[in-house]
């Protein structure tokens, strides 16, 4: 059974910090590309970050660069999402995702709020 599990989801004030985390199991993890995703309230879903099967390279939208960075350990098949000077508008379910085969975990909440 394949299942992608995050955790790490909290409630923050601004400029705080979180460390998001999604284990998988059920496929072989270090052949695929992973990504974040996440979906605010009335918003439709946007991508994040992605990283590399190899975890060489790794890509974000522009509004987190420099301030979230994904990092990857194929020996413990877990992605992390490390966010730093989160926003209120960073506020949504983050959802990790291996596309190739369409496998998504149950996202987990980051609300940012003063």
């Known amino acids: 059974e394949v299942q992608l599990v995050e955790s790490g989801g909290d409630m923050v004030q601004p400029g705080g910090s979180l460390n998001l985390s999604c284990a998988a199991s059920g496929f072989r993890f270090s052949n695929h590309d992973i990504f974040w995703v996440r979906q605010a309230p009335g918003k439709e879903p946007e991508w994040v970050s992605g990283i590399y099967n190899g975890g060489s390279s790794t890509y974000y939208r522009d509004s987190v660069k420099g301030r979230f960075t994904m990092f990857r350990d194929n020996a413990k098949n877990t992605v992390y999402l490390q966010m730093n000077r989160l926003k209120p508008e960073d506020t949504a379910v983050y959802y990790c995702?291996?596309?190739?085969?369409?496998?998504w975990g149950q996202g987990t909440q980051v609300t940012v709020s003063s």
């Open positions: 995702t291996q596309l190739s085969q369409n496998y």
